[in-house]
């Protein structure tokens, strides 16, 4: 404090020295919202840090250590390639809707979109293996709700009349792209949508990375271009299934389908 100040016989010192004491105050305030908000940042920081640590080692557990390793992915999730009533190989088609009042617990991704919880380790592996490839992909689209599915489905025929088609057409156009409500495996939290950042990398690259890898981490191409006639949608490039390392490896080296894949374990 400057003694000056402090010597001089009018009212103002007083003053000026409240004046200090309330900037001193507010300069007091502003520090501890700064220590506090450092404070919470880094435990934020930590807390997801830790969770990702913790997600990266199950994952390296199912897929690092042999044969043994989908026993112990098995063991945390219960997961099977051989029963078909396995919750990672449930089957949902045209003529398989979801069962009622299936439920499922989500992961909620960095990009607001969601998955099953049990295949966020192996979904995040592949991404972060992607991604060390020098590939870039993100989901689209994870998990839906019926709600959400349906609003999607209302869109798409509204394309489609907009284009001039019939109310009837429009609806039967809609449904070779968007899955009837309640048969969508995108209500199910077990696949994802995947495509490209359209930063770092193309669609194509993406797709050709997935075809070639992704039964590694447990997922297949849902809706390969050769079986439109047997899952009765489309080839979607970009749809990816969790059915778990070893039946996706199975699936991939006989070239089948869910469906079929589902037949032989009967
Ligand atoms: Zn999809």
């Avoid at 995040?124 to 994870?142: C, E, H, K, L």
Wanted: proline share 5%; net charge negative.
């Amino acid at each position: 404090m400057n003694p000056k100040t402090q010597s001089l016989p009018t009212g103002r010192p007083p003053q000026k020295r409240r004046k200090q004491k309330k900037r001193g105050k507010k300069w007091t305030a502003i520090l501890f919202w700064l220590v506090v908000l450092a404070v919470l940042g880094y435990g934020l920081f930590r807390q997801i840090d830790g969770t990702k640590a913790d997600l990266r080692q199950m994952a390296a557990a199912g897929n690092t250590g042999g044969e043994s390793s989908d026993e112990g992915v098995s063991a945390v999730f219960g997961e099977s390639a051989k029963d078909k009533t396995a919750w990672n190989l449930i089957l949902v088609n045209r003529e398989h809707p979801i069962p009622e009042g299936y439920d499922v617990e989500l992961t909620k991704l960095s990009n607001g979109q969601s998955v099953d919880a049990r295949i966020y380790p192996a979904l995040q592996q592949m991404f972060d293996d992607a991604r060390a490839d020098g590939v870039y992909p993100i989901v689209a689209s994870g998990y839906r709700t019926e709600k959400e599915q349906k609003q999607l489905m209302r869109e798409k025929i509204a394309d489609y009349e907009e284009e001039g088609y019939s109310p009837d057409e429009a609806k039967a156009k809609a449904q070779e792209w968007v899955a009837v409500p309640g048969t969508s495996e995108h209500q199910l939290g077990l696949c994802a949508d995947i495509n490209a950042d359209g930063i770092h990398s193309a669609g194509n690259k993406v797709y050709e990375w997935l075809e070639k890898n992704a039964h590694r981490y447990g997922f297949i191409k849902r809706y390969p271009a050769d079986k439109s006639e047997i899952t009765g949608t489309i080839h979607e490039p970009w749809h990816y299934r969790y059915v778990g390392a070893e039946a996706a490896a199975e699936i991939y080296r006989q070239g089948l389908c869910l469906e079929e894949y589902i037949e032989t374990l009967e």
